[in-house]
Nanobody, 124 residues
Framework: EVHLVESGGGSVQAGGSLRLSCTVSGRFDYDDPDLGWYRQNPGTECEFLTR???????YYADAVKGRFTISQDRTKNTVFLQMNDLKPEDSSVYYC?????????????????WGQGTQVTVSS
């Protein structure tokens, strides 16, 4: 079983930055999982944001491309999300995610499968 613990959320004014972290523990049933980030607000879908492969290839949703950067330290089982130029519409609960290589790209009904998430609030 895999456990994900996110941290680094908080409140920031529009234009500001935050850096989220996610520590991954447990055992995967497959090799070289992709790690990624999603977000979800009440009443909306779990929105895909970005993913990174074990060898560092990245992919971003258009909504965050150019503003958010995903990175990782697989030796410490940690993935990061640097968020710059934050906007009020970025306010959400952010979730770390994992899946087999290449499979993190769809939106889902719920993010709760992966963990508790961390709240990000951006004020105007």
């Amino acid at each position: 079983e895999v456990h994900l613990v996110e941290s680094g959320g908080g409140s920031v004014q529009a234009g500001g930055s935050l850096r989220l972290s996610c520590t991954v523990s447990g055992r995967f049933d497959y090799d070289d999982p992709d790690l990624g980030w999603y977000r979800q607000n009440p009443g909306t879908e779990c929105e895909f944001l970005t993913r990174i492969s074990s060898d560092g290839d990245t992919y971003y949703a258009d909504a965050v491309k150019g503003r958010f950067t995903i990175s990782q330290d697989r030796t410490k089982n940690t993935v990061f999300l640097q968020m710059n130029d934050l906007k009020p519409e970025d306010s959400s609960v952010y979730y770390c995610a994992y899946d087999k290589p290449g499979l993190l790209y769809s939106d889902y009904a719920s993010c709760h499968y992966w963990g508790q998430g961390t709240q990000v609030t951006v004020s105007s």
